[in-house]
């Protein structure tokens, strides 16, 4: 059986991950993707359209294939008010060994647009997710991994998880073959933010994830916490308005058809659908580790599936 930090009954070793995601990169992706030039990117607006039209630049600049000719799936859902128009961008790197068997990696760019005056630019919820995986995408490009990946890129995430939906009904070629789903939803947090978080289903899996990490930044080597569940908001007082982790990102889509994920955040926090959730108040810092410990564990799951 294949581990990663397999724990113990003594202090967990760290496991010492180097420097692998160009950091301007990934920063000037957050910046960008969470600019008011995006108005919140909310479904079927402007801003959302505008921001799509970014990440597929950034897939066709790195020679990634679409599953179509354009990297755009669009889709539609019937609401009392009229329909709602969404399109999942959708990206794919065949593996080396097992070429039609696919890792999922899933992270949604919509977020809930202007109120009033206000722009909720969703720079953690979730331009964070995005922005490392398109920086994941450019270091598999180089250096793919065994099995193929799919980089779902998806719309409708705040409307009851849309676009992941649209993917099973409308790529059962591509869903029906997942091995594996690895979602990103806001993995920069806030200037608290002390530990990326995870769940997994099911909960005893060929691989472990460490929770001590040494990660070698520059000439510095700092240490990184990673952490099993999740938060509530202390707001967050009665049993029944408890967030149901399992069904609280794309990833439920994935665990509803019965294929197992990893889900990486940071759970919820001071910032979350505010409009102060914007570039200046993100954790660069941690934003930039995460995704590196992200991308290694991605390779963990790569060589134990």
Excluded at 88 to 98: D, L, R, S
Excluded at 158 to 179: C, D, Q, R, S, T
């Amino acid at each position: 059986m294949l581990t990663c930090c397999r724990s113990t009954t003594q202090q967990e070793a760290p496991v010492f991950v180097k420097q692998s995601i160009n950091q301007e990169q990934l920063f000037g992706h957050l910046e960008t993707l969470s600019s008011d030039e995006f108005g919140g990117r909310k479904t079927g607006s402007a801003g959302s359209r505008g921001a799509a039209d970014y990440i597929v630049t950034k897939l066709a600049s790195l020679n990634i294939n679409s599953i179509n000719e354009n990297y755009i799936s669009e889709f539609e859902h019937e609401k009392l008010i009229g329909k709602i128009y969404g399109q999942n961008i959708i990206g794919i790197i065949n593996g080396t060994h097992y070429s039609d068997e696919y890792i999922v990696l899933t992270a949604h760019y919509d977020h809930i647009g202007i109120k009033g005056r206000e722009i909720y630019n969703g720079t953690d919820d979730n331009a964070s997710g995005v922005s490392a995986m398109l920086s994941i995408a450019e270091n598999i490009s180089q250096r793919p991994l065994k099995h193929s990946v799919i980089l779902l890129f998806t719309d409708g995430e705040e409307i009851n998880l849309l676009g992941a939906k649209a993917f099973f009904e409308n790529h059962p070629e591509y869903a029906n073959k997942a091995k594996f789903n690895i979602n990103l939803d806001m993995i920069s947090g806030d200037g608290t933010t002390k530990a990326l978080r995870y769940i997994k289903w099911p909960k005893e899996q060929k691989f472990e994830i460490s929770s001590n990490y040494q990660l070698s930044i520059g000439d510095e080597n700092k240490p990184f916490k990673v952490k099993y569940g999740f938060k509530q908001l202390r707001s967050v007082s009665t049993v029944n308005s408890r967030t149901n982790w399992k069904m609280a990102s794309d990833h439920g889509i994935f665990f509803k058809n019965n294929i197992p994920f990893i889900y990486f955040g940071v759970g919820e926090h001071r910032n979350y659908h505010t409009p102060n959730d914007n570039f200046e108040q993100a954790n660069l810092s941690f934003f930039q580790r995460a995704t590196e410990v992200i991308y290694h564990n991605l390779n963990v799951i790569d060589n134990a599936i």
